[in-house]
């Protein structure tokens, strides 16, 4: 059971080679594209999709952070694609994979940071300060910024995969609970059904909301230092 | 912000132009920058105290290998 509980968290090979490259290119084959002007109702509506998220996240930056909207779109599909993807049974989830969301998150954190402080160098320097504070308090503040600056990627990635991984452990916890109660008492284990099912249905909303995080988070800092 | 744009009409003179903690971006970049050589400063300072003298290192190396042979 204990084996079984971490398995699904293996990189998978498929005869000694590893597929964790299709995995990881797999959700763009259920993203279709076309260089017609008037497409078809699921591209329209996958359109209509990129359109939100753009015009609701976008909005606060100017032209200069509105270069990265590829960027940012591209990042919440594919995030928000693979958790859902994930959900199915028996299938690998690349975001439950720490390095793969550190590969994420730090280089899209350090291209806002190097872009804020070249430039914006002065902007970028004095954000480590707070405007009024107390002298006192002063250089423990720029201390307290910087270890702060630096443990955002981190703490980027670790949400991303602390979340995905704690939901999918849980399923098949609940799940293997559920099986082993049904010879020993069905009203529990039927209890323990109704539990798995409004889990799964939390574990559709979080696969979503921290795509959304994550992007939003991603946003935010270069909205700090465009 | 409003507050950064509003400092130029505060004419700072003398160190309080560069120093005026916390009020104007100019303030609080310089005194970023000195908290931050002032650390380098001190790692330095350490970093340098800590070196021995190459007699009380031939002596510490002399007495670590007697140990290993015997």
């Not at chain 1, 509105?66 to 299938?91: K, Q, Y």
């Not at chain 1, 069905?186 to 798995?196: G, N, S, Y």
């Not at chain 2, 309080?16 to 903690?21: A, G, P, T, V, W």
């Amino acid at each position: 059971m204990n084996e079984n509980l971490f398995a699904s968290f293996i990189t998978p090979t498929l005869m000694g080679l590893p597929v964790i490259i299709l995995i990881v290119a797999m959700p763009n084959i259920f993203i279709p594209s076309s260089n017609r002007l008037l497409t078809n109702r699921v591209l329209t509506l996958q359109r209509w999709l990129i359109q939100l998220i753009l015009k609701q996240m976008m909005a606060m930056h100017n032209n200069k952070g509105r270069s990265w909207s590829l960027m940012l779109i591209s990042l919440i599909i594919f995030i928000g694609s693979t958790n859902l993807l994930g959900l199915s049974p028996h299938t690998f989830t690349p975001t439950t994979q720490l390095s793969m969301n550190l590969g994420m998150a730090i280089p899209l954190w350090a291209g806002a940071v190097i872009l804020g402080f070249r430039h914006k160098t002065k902007s970028s320097l004095a954000h480590f300060l707070p405007q009024g504070t107390p002298v006192p308090l002063i250089p423990m503040l720029i201390i307290i910024e910087t270890i702060s600056l630096f443990i955002q990627p981190m703490a980027l990635a670790v949400r991303l995969t602390a979340n995905i991984t704690a939901g999918h452990l849980l399923i098949h916890l609940i799940g293997g609970a559920t099986l082993a109660l049904l010879s020993i008492s069905v009203p529990t284990a039927l209890v323990t059904l109704i539990i798995l099912i409004l889990l799964t249905i939390l574990e559709f909303a979080v696969a979503l909301i921290q795509a959304y995080v994550f992007t939003l988070l991603v946003s935010l800092y270069l909205h700090d230092n465009a | 912000m409003v507050g950064e744009e509003s400092d130029a009409q505060f004419q700072f003179t003398g160190i309080k132009k560069y120093f005026n903690i916390s009020y104007t971006l100019m303030g609080r970049m310089n005194y970023v920058l000195a908290i931050y050589g002032g650390i380098a400063l001190m790692v330095l300072y350490f970093k340098l105290r800590s070196k021995k003298t190459p007699a009380v290192k031939a002596t510490q190396m002399g007495l670590y290998i007697s140990d290993f042979i015997c």
